[in-house]
């Protein structure tokens, strides 16, 4: 996580969405564009007297340059662009003492361009200039005020856990004073309205003691489908559904928690004949899906929740609302506008959100590299679905058939595996608890299997071709309703 109070942050960090270098030297004109690009983003920090390549040139001996930097926000920028500013003391490349010069940019509420009338907008490590149509997209993004920032009828500071205030002060290291103070001095979380106090959404959702009091569908529900699609009816293929609560960042850690117990593994044999574990999806991909959807949903819409839906050859996340900003399908992997900044905040402090306005973009090399098809983001009325596709897609593979198809698996790798686990007593087990009938994910949780194609190899398929479990449905073995019985 990036740290303003770092050195060596400073100087290496690749946050480049919200960080940035420059030299001394720089012109105050061309330091208008990064910080009309901040202001027009989500803000960040620029550091003047380290260069690109982390060298610290320090500012001591560019004083009459300096002087004119520090006047840029106000100067050079229509509207004026608040900035805090300070120095810190460092040790430059000649071992000499001298001084950095920290600004942080804040984002501001109006569309924000330079001397020339160019606007820019924050994006990676780019400040872009936007053209004719994507400046009057900014200008309408702009001008809606944010949910998150709208007081929630009937809530008071009574509905806010402030220990749980406490301990986020303590990790950003807020000291000025206790959890209420922070609440009612900072980012507009308590607004006064004559003798009343109102409270913001943001503050409801990141730390109340009930959230789903005042916005009950501002949930994560994850399903898993057996099968490719989902069916309905008496063909309904539902065999997992899990609802998580709380403030927004509990939601977070409990589902990718629980998803990261339902992503399958596979053991493959790699060059110098070693064994490699490679997981269905890489972990970033899906859980950057997860954390996207709870940070840029729109919480105005109050009719359903985010799920998160996982069949045998994909996994997708919908989220409630449309894209943010200046954001389109066509451009989604390079532009970044936040819809929730106050969340999306909390969510960097907490290390969810990694790379701000590169996560998108590291899904796709991401899949890529794991030699996977690419995301695939739609939008359908008020809903957008991201899906990413395993290495079944297409294929229509079952989870009662073998993973061999496209797969490469070693067979004798298998069979020692079993053996270490224990494989036989294992099967005893599962002939005992199947004495009443059992589905599959029933005794794969029983016996704590998450390899539908290891349970297959190694306990099902074994234990019915000695015939000690038999199939309650034997006409139909690929049947949605199939359960298992052990032979009296």
């Not at 899904?363 to 596709?389: H, W």
């Not at 009662?400 to 224990?422: L, T, V």
């Not at 290891?454 to 099902?460: A, E, I, T, V």
Request: glycine share 6%; aromatic share 10%; net charge negative.
């Amino acid at each position: 996580m990036f740290d303003p109070n770092s050195i060596e942050d400073l100087r290496f960090s690749t946050e480049k969405q919200m960080m940035d270098r420059k030299s001394a030297r720089i012109r105050p004109v061309d330091l208008a564009v990064p910080i009309v690009a901040m202001a027009n983003a989500d803000g960040g920090w620029l550091v003047i007297g380290i260069e690109d390549d982390g060298t610290i040139t320090g500012i001591d001996d560019y004083e009459k340059q300096i002087n004119e930097i520090v006047r840029v926000p106000f100067d050079f920028c229509i509207p004026s662009v608040k900035a805090d500013l300070k120095t810190i003391e460092v040790t430059d490349k000649d071992n000499r003492p001298n001084h950095v010069l920290l600004m942080y940019i804040f984002p501001n509420e109006q569309v924000v361009a330079n001397q020339a009338d160019e606007v820019y907008l924050r994006v990676g490590d780019k400040s872009k200039k936007l053209n004719f149509e994507q400046r009057l997209q900014l200008v309408y993004a702009k001008g809606v005020r944010r949910f998150e920032d709208q007081t929630v009828a009937g809530a008071t500071i009574e509905d806010i856990d402030l220990d749980y205030v406490l301990d986020y002060c303590k990790k950003i290291g807020y000291t000025r004073g206790d959890a209420a103070y922070y609440l009612r001095h900072n980012k507009g979380f308590v607004a006064e309205s004559g003798d009343e106090e109102k409270i913001s959404a943001a503050a409801v959702l990141l730390f109340g003691k009930d959230p789903q009091r005042f916005f009950p569908r501002a949930r994560i529900r994850f399903i898993r489908f057996e099968g490719n699609t989902a069916e309905v009816g008496d063909r309904m293929n539902v065999i997992k559904d899990v609802t998580f609560s709380g403030r927004l960042l509990e939601q977070v850690q409990q589902a990718v928690a629980f998803v990261r117990t339902q992503i399958r593994e596979y053991t493959r044999l790699s060059d110098g004949a070693v064994f490699q574990t490679i997981p269905e999806y890489p972990e970033f991909c899906w859980t950057e899906l997860i954390v996207n959807a709870v940070a840029h949903r729109d919480y105005s819409i109050m009719g359903t929740e985010i799920q998160i839906k996982m069949f045998d050859d994909h996994f997708a996340v919908e989220s409630p609302g449309i894209l943010p900003g200046l954001v389109r399908i066509s451009n989604i992997r390079e532009f970044h506008f936040s819809r929730n900044p106050k969340i999306i905040e909390l969510l960097i402090e907490y290390d969810y959100v990694k790379e701000l306005g590169e996560g998108v973009d590291r899904v796709y090399r991401d899949m890529a590299e794991a030699g996977l098809p690419e995301p695939v983001f739609q939008l359908s009325d008020f809903m957008l679905s991201a899906t990413l596709k395993n290495k079944n897609w297409g294929k229509g593979v079952s989870w009662a058939q073998s993973e061999h198809q496209g797969e490469h698996e070693s067979a004798h790798q298998s069979e020692h595996q079993g053996e270490q686990d224990g494989t036989a007593e294992k099967r005893k087990n599962l002939l005992l608890f199947c004495r009443i009938p059992r589905t599959r994910w029933e005794m794969m949780e029983h016996i704590g299997l998450k390899s539908r194609s290891g349970f297959y190899r190694n306990y099902l398929k074994p234990l019915i071709e000695s015939g000690d479990l038999v199939m309650t449905d034997p006409d139909n073995p690929r049947s949605k309703d199939q359960k298992y019985v052990a032979r009296n």
